[in-house]
T-cell receptor, first 113, second 110 residues
Framework: DAGVIQSPRHEVTEMGQEVTLRCKPI?????LFWYRQTMMRGLELLIY????????DSGMPEDRFSAKMPNASFSTLKIQPSEPRDSAVYFC???????????FGAGTRLSVL | TQLLEQSPQFLSIQEGENLTVYCNSS?????LQWYRQEPGEGPVLLVT?????EVKKLKRLTFQFGDARKDSSLHITAAQTGDTGLYLC??????????FGKGTHLIIQP
């Protein structure tokens, strides 16, 4: 298996623009997690899905953030409008069961100017 | 909110030296995981400890879970340049998500 695939790897945008990050989990994994990593706050869980259904979105910072999982092989994290403080590395991870090993993608480095 | 404090935040030592990094919390976790992250990559799981007092060894790495399941340590013997990276601990409480510490940035100099 190719592992968790995230795109794009790097995104540079201007404040106010819409940003969409994409994730393809490992085939057969029922759980998908979105994390954000910054030097100040470390790695934070934003939201996670089970069988395409959002289970806990309490980590989503603001209404500007939204996440969807239209099918078992694809998820998006959208920021609209983006702000400079959203600059971070965003990771997607998947696991077979909730308490199993989480496999992380390589991340998307977002810079909002 | 469950918090994990990792120390030190940064550590730079010479190849061949030993080191210990720590992960502490005031909360009890059902299990605790250690990850290693290299630049430009996502975290990769090294080990999971579940039982209080548990010790696990992975080659030159020794992981220990505190008796009260609130803290953990990672000891590296005879560090190598390949050990360089960000070491993250993550605790699992009652929910399905993980709570991560901010990590220890480890640099092993040749």
């Amino acid at each position: 298996d190719a592992g968790v695939i995230q795109s794009p790897r790097h995104e540079v945008t201007e404040m106010g623009q819409e940003v969409t990050l994409r994730c393809k989990p490992i085939s057969g994994h029922d759980y998908l997690f979105w994390y954000r990593q910054t030097m100040m706050r470390g790695l934070e869980l934003l939201i996670y899905f089970n069988n395409n259904v959002p289970i806990d979105d309490s980590g989503m910072p603001e209404d500007r953030f939204s996440a969807k999982m239209p099918n078992a092989s694809f998820s998006t994290l959208k920021i609209q409008p983006s702000e400079p403080r959203d600059s971070a590395v965003y990771f997607c991870a998947s696991s077979l069961l909730p308490k199993n090993i989480q496999y992380f993608g390589a991340g998307t480095r977002l810079s909002v100017l | 909110t469950q918090l994990l404090e990792q120390s030190p935040q940064f550590l730079s030592i010479q190849e061949g030296e030993n080191l210990t990094v720590y992960c502490n919390s005031s909360s009890v976790f059902s299990s605790l995981q250690w990850y290693r992250q290299e630049p430009g990559e996502g975290p990769v799981l090294l080990v999971t400890v579940v039982t209080g007092g548990e010790v696990k060894k992975l080659k030159r790495l020794t992981f220990q879970f505190g008796d009260a399941r609130k803290d953990s340590s990672l000891h590296i013997t005879a560090a190598q340049t390949g050990d360089t990276g960000l070491y993250l601990c993550a605790g699992r409480g009652g929910a399905d998500g993980l709570t991560f510490g901010k990590g220890t940035h480890l640099i092993i100099q040749p």
